[in-house]
């Protein structure tokens, strides 16, 4: 009652193929509980302006090659080496923060970042790492990714400095107080993120979390949407109700419209319909 499901696919509807891409948690255990390093993408940002997210980016050619691989010691998981090579690499490239056995702050101005590690002599660190998700964005968003979500922990909080281009703030923050932050509308968080920072709300340390998705399957999940009375869209997991009824569809501009101006009206942006030129 009150949603309908979207229209059937079009035979464009997999124009939007996702991309790889990789998206690292950086945590530390305080003395009052652990936090965990988000970051805000900057008002010129080609794909969610000032969104609150988890430092990451789509997975490059270069994170395939043998050098992205040799920068990376402990890898117990070769198949997942390209999304941890572009997850260590995107971590240094938009914070400034080495995910290696002493971990530091220092911006690079190497546009390689396997060759800076290879040239200070460091090598990222994949024992401090745990792999625990695989998000596929719905179909009728128009930009998708087939995303790798990592956890990583760091002995001590350190200062993230943001690239200044696509990012303009970073700071440690609780997963709770995170989540405050969103409901309150006081961030802009995407689905995936809350969701992500809800699992890490649950655990008392940083320790239990990489014991529990150490232990654990991943599964790929890929929501689907549908579009309620007020023309907003819902998110829809694969777990609840009303989720096979509806359809892989494409992304529709006149949805996207109506979705936008309704999350406006409520004071809530939907970060993840936006789209770029690319």
Partial sequence: MGCAPLVQPRDDSVSNPPRPSSTMCVLHQGESGFEVLMVRRSATARFMAHAWVFPGGVVDQEDHEQAALDSISGLSRPELGPWLAAAF?????????????????????????????????????????????????????????????????????????????????????????????????????????QRTLHQLAEFPSVDAALDEWRARDVVSIQPRMRVAADGSLEVVMPDEPGFAALTDAGPDPDVLARAAQAAARKGRPIAEVQSDSD
């Fill in 89 to 193: 690499r995107e971590v240094v490239e938009e914070t400034g923060v080495w995910l290696v056995r002493f971990p530091f702050v220092e911006r690079t101005d190497e546009s390689d970042v396997f060759a800076a590690a290879a040239a200070r002599g460091v090598e990222f660190d994949a024992t401090r790492v745990a792999y625990f998700a695989n998000w596929v964005t719905p179909t009728v968003v128009p930009k998708r990714f087939d995303a790798r979500f990592f956890i990583a922990a760091i002995d001590h909080a350190v200062t993230a400095v943001p690239d200044g281009r696509e990012l303009d703030a970073a700071e440690f923050v609780s997963p709770v107080e995170a989540l405050r932050r969103a409901e309150s509308s006081e961030w802009l968080v995407p689905f995936p993120t």
